[in-house]
């Protein structure tokens, strides 16, 4: 079950990078491309590269006990606040901004 959630996450993550480099970055389909396949591959091999260090070097216990730290700070690092300007659309006669980039 936890599988099926994370390759869905980890598609519904590709999809909307795909949209944003597109949209936001204007960058092209072989360029967007590049950068996706670039993502999926190290999501991908992260954990290979993750299970030769845990079981060369550091141990079960140790492994248990960093993988739980650096969840719980990704979790906090997402959950903070941050100061963005919202987007505008043009209908609303503002700036049209995305995060900044102007569109």
């Known amino acids: 079950g936890n599988e099926i959630f994370e390759k869905l996450g ?7 990078l795909v949209v944003y ?3 936001v970055f204007h ?3 072989i360029t967007t491309a590049t950068i996706v396949n670039v993502f999926n591959g190290t999501t991908n091999l992260a954990p290979v590269l993750g ?3 845990a079981d060369t070097y550091l141990g079960r216990y140790a492994t248990l006990g960093l ?3 650096a969840s719980q700070l990704v979790l906090h ?3 903070s606040p941050v100061s963005v300007e919202p987007y505008h659309s043009s209908l609303s006669g503002k700036k049209n901004t995305a995060y900044g980039a102007k569109l």
């Open 67 to 69: 993988a739980s730290v």
């Open 21 to 23: 480099l597109t949209a």
């Open 77 to 79: 690092s997402d959950s």
């Open 27 to 29: 960058l092209r389909s």
């Open 51 to 53: 299970a030769f260090l």
């Open 10 to 16: 980890a598609l519904g993550t590709i999809t909307n």
